[in-house]
């Protein structure tokens, strides 16, 4: 039987298995369909004002007994009156006996659940803060790189073999996670040939783990992937004005260049194999022929170019030279493979190496936007490279400032799981601008620390009625 709107909310009894249809923050419990368990649960729904209350008599099984009109205003009060001096400062615009924004009471279940993930927040982010520093100094060292290799020094190879090795130690890692990194787009073509340059590496490594190659094809995969754009640094620059300020880029009428240019300064180089160059030549290459600079297609682009260009197209996706047409990496990553299946054999992309990329970083990948089953809203902020599928979830939440938060690690809840994917243009500005980051940096890095996610069974020094 279907559900059936609530006329009495006096009504209702412990057993009763209800619905709440409302907005993502209009109640605290965790998800919008379950059975009411307590006289709390009832004391809760009974101040909730902003939403519609429906039940299942077929998955009901209420009890009199329990029935909200024998909780008394006194007993209501009773079960708030311990809340400890963290969840005071999580609900600071709140009232002392920890009202709900909409003046329903919080179960104090619920908030101990909440001061967990407020905990893990700060405890992720001290440790992202360390993740930055370092992927500041990876990102000097692809400047560094771009102009050795642009001054046709050898030392340009050995940096680059020195990032690729700490990236492909990294991945080895059990505890690996990939996060994203919140950066201001930078102004100098070295330090955005870095940014992508890094993102593309790290993401054509992951494919090819998928292939499962061996260590010296990853290197060369690598390499390719590093230095792919490489063509850019010899194509005459403009200086391009816009509102964040001056911005120094390759010509765009010689864009189509720089595959050919790329490939020519690196055969240049003693140590550099045929494939690095063919990689660098072809990774604008199409499958089905609509690529530059040669428009090959087909048999005649090998596995390695093919990862390369999925991985480019990719990030290109999600970092666009216009930040308003970048997509969000669920979005990018739907698109590609939506194209590819629905195209067939015609598909610009290889069917395998997208499904290797989706097997890689998961449906969700960091950056990702998404709305959690018990109606949170969140954005992905890291994945863990060995199980993609759970991925740590930034939370919004309307009662926290922007330098505060909360944080969800999916692999250490069976019960929190995504709901759905969401566009940017359905979410409303307020938590737009607290979810959304500037710029699309994935990173790899040791997955720490390991206490995060599992605040819930730490012995955290809890009052009574705040523990489970």
């Not at 490939?263 to 022929?289: C, K, N, T, W, Y």
């Not at 909360?406 to 994917?421: G, M, P, S």
């Given at each position: 039987?279907?559900?059936?709107?609530?006329?009495?909310?006096?009504?209702?009894?412990?057993?009763?298995?209800?619905?709440?249809?409302?907005?993502?923050?209009?109640?605290?419990?965790?998800?919008?369909?379950?059975?009411?368990?307590?006289?709390?649960?009832?004391?809760?729904?009974?101040?909730?004002?902003?939403?519609?209350?429906?039940?299942?008599?077929?998955?009901?099984?209420?009890?009199?007994?329990?029935?909200?009109?024998?909780?008394?205003?006194?007993?209501?009060?009773?079960?708030?009156?311990?809340?400890?001096?963290?969840?005071?400062?999580?609900?600071?615009?709140?009232?002392?006996?920890?009202?709900?924004?909409?003046?329903?009471?919080?179960?104090?279940?619920?908030?101990?659940?909440?001061?967990?993930?407020?905990?893990?927040?700060?405890?992720?982010?001290?440790?992202?803060?360390?993740?930055?520093?370092?992927?500041?100094?990876?990102?000097s060292q692809g400047q560094e790189l771009f102009q050795q290799l642009s001054g046709k020094r050898p030392a340009g190879l050995k940096t680059g073999d020195a990032?690729?090795?700490?990236?492909?130690?990294?991945?080895?890692?059990?505890?690996?996670?990939?996060?994203?990194?919140?950066?201001?787009?930078?102004?100098?073509?070295?330090?955005?040939?870095?940014?992508?340059?890094?993102?593309?590496?790290?993401?054509?490594?992951?494919?090819?783990?998928?292939?499962?190659?061996?260590?010296?094809?990853?290197?060369?995969?690598?390499?390719?992937?590093?230095?792919?754009?490489?063509?850019?640094?010899?194509?005459?620059?403009?200086?391009?004005?816009?509102?964040?300020?001056?911005?120094?880029?390759?010509?765009?009428?010689?864009?189509?260049?720089?595959?050919?240019?790329?490939?020519?300064?690196?055969?240049?180089?003693?140590?550099?194999?045929?494939?690095?160059?063919?990689?660098?030549?072809?990774?604008?290459?199409?499958?089905?022929?609509?690529?530059?600079?040669?428009?090959?297609?087909?048999?005649?682009?090998?596995?390695?170019?093919?990862?390369?260009?999925?991985?480019?197209?990719?990030?290109?996706?999600?970092?666009?030279?216009?930040?308003?047409?970048?997509?969000?990496?669920?979005?990018?990553?739907?698109?590609?493979?939506?194209?590819v299946v629905m195209k067939g054999e015609s598909a610009k992309f290889c069917e395998r190496v997208v499904q290797a990329l989706v097997q890689a970083i998961g449906?969700?990948?960091?950056?990702?936007?998404?709305?959690?089953?018990?109606?949170?809203?969140?954005?992905?902020?890291?994945?863990?490279?060995?199980?993609?599928?759970?991925?740590?979830?930034?939370?919004?939440?309307?009662?926290?400032?922007?330098?505060?938060?909360?944080?969800?690690?999916?692999?250490?809840?069976?019960?929190?799981?995504?709901?759905?994917?969401?566009?940017?243009?359905?979410?409303?500005?307020?938590?737009?601008?607290?979810?959304s980051p500037r710029r699309m940096a994935m990173f790899v890095h040791a997955a720490e620390p390991i206490t995060m996610g599992f605040n819930s069974r730490r012995?955290?020094?809890?009052?009574?009625?705040?523990?489970?």
């Open positions: 039987m279907s559900f059936i709107e609530v006329d009495d909310i006096q009504s209702l009894q412990i057993g009763t298995w209800v619905k709440l249809e409302g907005s993502w923050f209009s109640h605290p419990f965790p998800t919008n369909t379950f059975t009411i368990k307590s006289a709390e649960d009832l004391a809760t729904i009974q101040g909730l004002t902003n939403v519609t209350i429906l039940y299942d008599p077929d998955r009901s099984e209420p009890s009199s007994s329990d029935d909200l009109s024998s909780l008394s205003d006194d007993e209501v009060q009773d079960s708030t009156d311990s809340v400890d001096t963290d969840a005071q400062e999580i609900f600071s615009n709140e009232s002392e006996n920890t009202q709900h924004e909409d003046g329903a009471l919080i179960p104090e279940s619920a908030l101990s659940e909440l001061l967990d993930r407020r905990e893990d927040y700060h405890e992720f982010f001290d440790h992202l803060r360390k993740v930055e520093g370092a992927y500041q100094k990876t990102l990032m690729i090795t700490n990236i492909m130690q990294a991945l080895n890692n059990p505890k690996t996670a990939m996060s994203l990194i919140d950066l201001v787009g930078s102004n100098g073509v070295a330090w955005g040939l870095s940014e992508h340059a890094i993102n593309v590496c790290t993401l054509s490594l992951l494919i090819g783990r998928q292939f499962s190659l061996e260590d010296e094809l990853l290197l060369e995969l690598g390499r390719g992937a590093l230095f792919h754009d490489v063509g850019y640094r010899a194509l005459p620059m403009k200086v391009k004005f816009q509102a964040g300020g001056m911005k120094v880029e390759a010509d765009p009428e010689l864009r189509l260049l720089h595959p050919e240019m790329g490939a020519q300064l690196m055969a240049s180089f003693l140590s550099a194999g045929p494939l690095l160059v063919e990689i660098i030549a072809q990774h604008h290459e199409r499958l089905d022929g609509s690529g530059f600079p040669k428009g090959l297609g087909g048999e005649a682009l090998s596995l390695l170019p093919r990862i390369v260009m999925v991985a480019d197209h990719y990030d290109e996706l999600c970092n666009a030279p216009n930040p308003e047409t970048s997509l969000n990496p669920h979005a990018a990553l739907s698109r590609l493979f939506r194209h449906v969700y990948p960091p950056g990702s936007l998404v709305e959690l089953n018990d109606g949170f809203m969140g954005i992905v902020s890291s994945i863990n490279v060995h199980q993609p599928t759970k991925p740590i979830v930034l939370l919004y939440a309307p009662w926290l400032c922007r330098n505060d938060g909360l944080l969800v690690n999916l692999a250490h809840d069976e019960k929190l799981e995504i709901k759905q994917a969401v566009h940017a243009k359905d979410i409303p500005e307020q938590v737009l601008a607290y979810l012995s955290r020094a809890l009052k009574p009625a705040l523990k489970h």
